[in-house]
């Protein structure tokens, strides 16, 4: 009986650490003894080292006015787009970087490796010239603006929200390079990139860790999901692209206005799981064609049950989204 009320008495106090814990969010701090909570980078910092999107340099040092490399940006744009790399590894053991890509100061077998290859792949960066990519160069200001905002074109299914109250103009918008203003002067309308107390953007000034973890948090907060079908889509076109790749091609025009008005619905509301750098093997099931008033060619999508490539980004939606489409075209 009173090892009974023994157990019983530790039952309770169990019991109530766990009430306590569960009535009183515990906020774990940062490991980083160079960011204090109250400097202005630190919500950016603590959300970029959470969501993985960084590390530090060292296990207790962040080193917030330390520089950021040109690898290391490219890395923290799409880690922060959760985008799989996985199939970018693979490649990078069976393709000569130096080769296929032109630069001359990359290595295959460095943790960057898939990240500029996906990135000079998709447009984001071309390199500084000279058959080199930049490796190790600390990314300017305005190099950081245009690889920003490149990203984002890149991916059609995102857009820019325009900030409610963006940044003064750049009072220095003449010392932007001419290849990176229309980028600097997007990143200001949408809040991710701000001017000094001064209103400078200070454009080939280079970026510290702490203004990179920033842009990146802001560039992901101002980004939202966009239409994919283009302003004046009139009629579609499904065509079977397993059969075109087998020398039979299928197609199914369906122009009625009220398809258009369901896979305008369908794909607007697709829920998207994540992004990847490559398609998956095996190919693609179909072709989507859109066109305007007067059938003339708009964009154009590739998808299966549960995969949709929008213009070279591979979209991973919930399984079996496109079988109402399928079977809308299998009825005509």
Known sequence: MKMKRIL??????????????????????LPFVDVKKDQWYYPYVKEAYEQ???????????????MVTREMFVAM?????????????????????????????????Q??????????DAGITNGVGNGRFGLGQPITREQMA??????????????????????????DANQISPWAREAAEAMRLAGVMQGDESHRMNPQSTATRA????????????????????AGTKSFLLRDATNLVN??????????????????????????ENEIAVPPHGGWAYLLYFNDAEGEFLTGYQFSEDWIMVNGSMLCTTDDYFKPLIQMMQTK
């Open 8 to 29: 019983s008495f530790c039952l309770a106090l169990l019991l109530a650490a766990a009430l306590s814990v569960s009535c009183f969010a515990f906020e774990f701090p």
């Open 52 to 66: 993985k999107i960084t590390t530090g340099t060292t296990l207790f040092t962040f080193e917030p006015n330390g």
């Open 247 to 272: 020398g039979m091609p299928a197609e199914y025009p369906i122009t009625e206005s009220a398809d258009v008005a369901k896979l305008v619905a369908m794909l607007d509301n697709m829920p998207i």
């Open 111 to 120: 943790w960057y490796s898939p990240y500029l290859a996906f990135a000079i």
């Open 146 to 171: 245009t690889m920003a905002a490149r990203f984002i074109d890149l991916r059609p299914h995102v857009q820019l929200k325009q900030a409610k109250a963006p940044a003064s103009a750049f009072s």
């Open 77 to 109: 744009l799409i880690r922060s787009a959760g985008i799989d790399m996985e199939l970018y590894q693979s490649i990078m053991k069976h393709v000569d970087f130096r080769a296929y890509y032109g630069c001359s100061d990359i290595r295959n077998d």
């Open 211 to 230: 203004d990179a973890a920033a842009v990146i948090l802001r560039l992901r907060d101002a980004s939202e999901r966009a239409s994919f079908l283009p």
